[in-house]
């Protein structure tokens, strides 16, 4: 297929999710031309607009990467689903909405891996430049700017609150603001929502930036490779419409495609681990065994419970039930269609003598039958009222891998998460399994669960709970560090600067840079990352 001569701008950057919203944005505010190149198509979408409306879009191939991971021995062979967003916005798009940014001691960690500019007090800066967070602007907090996060205070269901109420008897700390002083303790999650309605990045930052003659966004657009004059990247290949178009990038190219796809693109051009390249007869840009390597993710686990009270489950499953809601919805934007499905949780510690908690409760106030071992996961609420309870350790030991299968960028990537391999992740999951059921013992909550639906049979030793998690432990849609940011060039992909080591005019600015995940959801954190990376662009070619 020949190549056709196509666009050109200062900075081309492959993806326009999460992250690449973000740059766009704060690069075209600098009046730096910049050329946005995404896979899939629009966000501007009734289900993706609806924030309960991402359970139509869990399996949707038209918005949806649907990975399906390699079968992994340590969970009894299964292998599992990862949705990831395959439009403008990208995951931010079509994720349950949580915005978390992790703890202090996280960030403070990646500075002392050697990545300055890292710690916490030099990334908070950034959280709150983005924000318009209905809490108001604080040491915390920012408002006005233009990502919405908003409180469901009054709005969360009953249930929700009887968990709160049950940690609390336990003894742990009620947290009105898992984004303040501190993290630990139960309480309600804040979201990416205005009135009813999902704030994307590409509703926060991307729409408003279309209008200025500085960006141009080419949707529909699946990069191949990037172009390299010796070891410099200058442009682009990609396909559209069954043609193949050559984008040239006169400062930089960006890579934002996500902690999936932005190793898998680097492999495709060159820069991967040596013997994969040449295995697949793919010239060798920079050999570096890094890219693809230490892919994390948050594994979850928990338990359905039927409960004497009414739950989410009956609003959202009979029809009569979902033309109300949807009523609600389109007449005066109130209902459960209007929040996520995770209205609340908590962050605690799987053991006593832990200096912060190590582990990340949801909390569901409705269930819903899962198929483990199989590709896909049925959505569709049970017959019974019922309660989910989840947990997810936060920091896992266990490290995965992703690498290409071919030099087809429609072909799949070999996708390895590796979950509980290590036997510390196995005793903390096992240690958090055992909490949830503590915490379903305790009065509020023991006062309305009639029986635990999900997983059926006993319970009662550290050996089952560890065979329920490897049958149905699964991801937390959290993937990241599979481009680890670094100071080495043997054992990372980028330095502190976003700039992929070995290479000139490449960096790769998402949540695949992270060097280690942080402890909660990742959307927030890279919107962050996003925000840095454009100053770094910015003070690198300061006009």
């Not at 396909?239 to 178009?245: M, P, S, T, V, Y």
Request: glycine share 10%.
């Amino acid at each position: 297929m020949q190549t056709t001569p196509g666009p050109s701008a200062e900075f081309v950057i492959v993806g326009g999710g999460t992250a690449g919203c973000v740059l766009a944005a704060r690069l075209s505010e600098a009046g730096y031309c910049v050329l946005v190149l995404e896979a899939g198509g629009t966000h501007d979408r009734f289900f993706v607009n609806m924030p309960l409306g991402y359970g139509k879009l869990f399996h949707d191939d038209s918005l949806n990467w649907s990975y399906t991971t390699a079968p992994d021995a340590r969970l009894d062979g299964r292998t599992d689903y990862w949705p990831r967003g395959k439009l403008l916005g990208g995951s931010s798009a079509i994720n349950a909405m949580v915005y978390i940014r992790g703890q202090r001691e996280d960030y403070d960690e990646w500075a002392r891996l050697g990545n300055d500019g890292w710690s916490w007090d030099d990334v908070l800066p950034y959280f709150r430049r983005s924000e318009d967070n209905d809490l108001g602007a604080s040491q915390w907090h920012g408002a006005g700017g233009p990502l919405k996060v908003s409180s469901i205070r009054g709005r969360h269901h009953p249930l929700v609150q009887r968990v709160i109420d049950a940690g609390k008897l336990l003894g742990h700390p009620e947290n009105t603001d898992f984004n303040g002083a501190r993290q630990e303790g139960f309480g309600l999650y804040q979201f990416t929502l205005r009135n009813g309605r999902r704030v994307s990045n590409a509703h926060a930052f991307l729409d408003g930036a279309r209008r200025s003659p500085n960006v141009q966004v080419v949707t529909g657009a699946v990069v191949a490779r990037i172009i390299f004059e010796g070891t410099r990247a200058v442009g682009v290949e990609y396909l559209q419409n069954g043609r193949r178009w050559l984008a040239t990038a006169t400062r930089e190219v960006v890579v934002a495609a996500g902690a999936i796809a932005s190793p898998t693109l680097l492999q495709r051009s060159g820069i991967g681990p040596g013997a994969l390249l040449q295995r697949l007869g793919i010239p060798v840009v920079r050999a570096n065994d890094a890219v693809g390597a230490n892919l994390q993710d948050h594994a979850q686990a928990g338990f359905a419970f039927r409960t004497q009270v009414p739950s989410l489950n009956e609003r959202l499953r009979s029809p009569f039930g979902q033309v109300f809601a949807g009523m609600q919805y389109l007449i005066s934007r109130t209902g459960p269609l209007t929040l996520s499905i995770n209205q609340g949780g908590a962050f605690f510690r799987s053991r006593p003598g832990l200096d912060r908690p190590d582990c990340q409760l949801y909390i569901l106030p409705m269930s819903f039958a899962t198929n483990p071992g199989k590709e896909k996961t049925q959505l569709r609420p049970d017959a019974f009222s019922g309660l989910t309870m989840t947990v997810s350790p936060c920091r896992p030991q266990s490290r995965g891998q992703v690498d290409i299968a071919s030099t087809d960028p429609d072909v799949a990537p070999l996708i390895q998460p590796n979950y509980l391999s290590t036997p510390e992740d196995m005793r903390v999951m096992v240690d958090s399994l055992k909490f949830v059921l503590q915490l379903a013992a305790a009065r509020p909550l023991a006062q309305v669960i009639h029986s635990r639906a999900r997983p059926a049979g006993p319970l009662d030793c550290d050996e089952a709970l560890a065979a329920h998690a490897r049958a149905n432990c699964k991801t937390t849609y959290h993937p990241s560090c599979t481009c680890a940011m670094g100071p080495d060039p043997q054992s990372s992909v980028v330095d502190p600067t976003l700039r992929v080591h070995g290479v000139q005019g490449l960096r790769v600015i998402d949540a695949s840079v992270m060097p280690n995940v942080i402890s909660g959801n990742t959307c927030a954190p890279t919107t962050m990352i996003a925000e840095k990376g454009a100053d770094l662009l910015r003070a690198a070619h300061a006009r």
